[in-house]
């Protein structure tokens, strides 16, 4: 429970393909740009976010999965290229899809860069939670998987959670609450267990 409160007070895709996607993708060209694109983007992308994770987690998915779907999308736009200029008479129709291409990797690259800072700030923020909930005398109930002890023994059940705050029942006690105040996903404050 601990861990979860981390992760929602911290935090406020996934993609297949198969068989439909390569039909879809042989019938219309638009299809094929759109993957040629979410591979080259999302492959770039995915190559700054390791951080935060086991060695293997970054090795199996962050290298080998972007290099896998960069590799795809590279190949498809090669063969965008082929069949852009298949008579051989459009040179600067070539040029134009290695541009996009190079776009396609400016722009992965640049979301990339953005998204490990937010994950780096998200990482540092679970981990000042943690310090705070253990500071706090929270911490995981040995009863109950959807409650949280504090260090009076009370039993406390997440009701309500906002931007803001983090609002507990009492487990057995009608009548009193705990709340979390956060700032920005931190938290901040713990009132205790209070009569409402």
């Known amino acids: 429970m601990i861990d979860d409160l981390i992760?929602?007070?911290?935090?406020?895709f996934g993609g297949s393909f198969g068989r439909d996607a390569y039909q879809a993708a042989k019938k219309n060209p638009l299809v094929l740009i759109l993957v040629v694109i979410f591979c080259i983007v999302y492959g770039f992308r995915n190559l700054y976010l390791g951080i935060g994770r086991s060695s293997a987690y970054f090795f199996f998915v962050n290298v080998i999965g972007s290099l896998v779907l960069i590799s795809v999308g590279l190949f498809g736009l090669a063969f965008a290229a082929f069949i852009a200029d298949s008579d051989g008479q459009n040179p600067l129709l070539v040029a134009a899809v290695i541009g996009f291409g190079f776009i396609c990797v400016l722009i992965g690259n640049v979301w990339g860069i953005q998204s490990r800072s937010h994950r780096k700030a998200a990482i540092e923020i679970a981990a000042e939670n943690a310090r705070f909930l253990a500071d706090a005398g929270l911490h995981d109930s040995d009863f109950e998987t959807d409650f949280i002890a504090d260090r009076d023994g009370n039993l406390l059940k997440l009701k309500e959670?906002?931007?803001?705050?983090?609002?507990?029942t009492v487990a057995g006690k009608r009548g009193l609450r705990a709340a979390i105040r956060l700032v920005d996903g931190r938290m901040v404050e713990y009132t205790g267990v209070k009569r409402i």
């Open 7 to 12: 992760r929602s007070a911290t935090y406020g």
């Open 161 to 168: 959670q906002t931007a803001d705050r983090m609002v507990f």
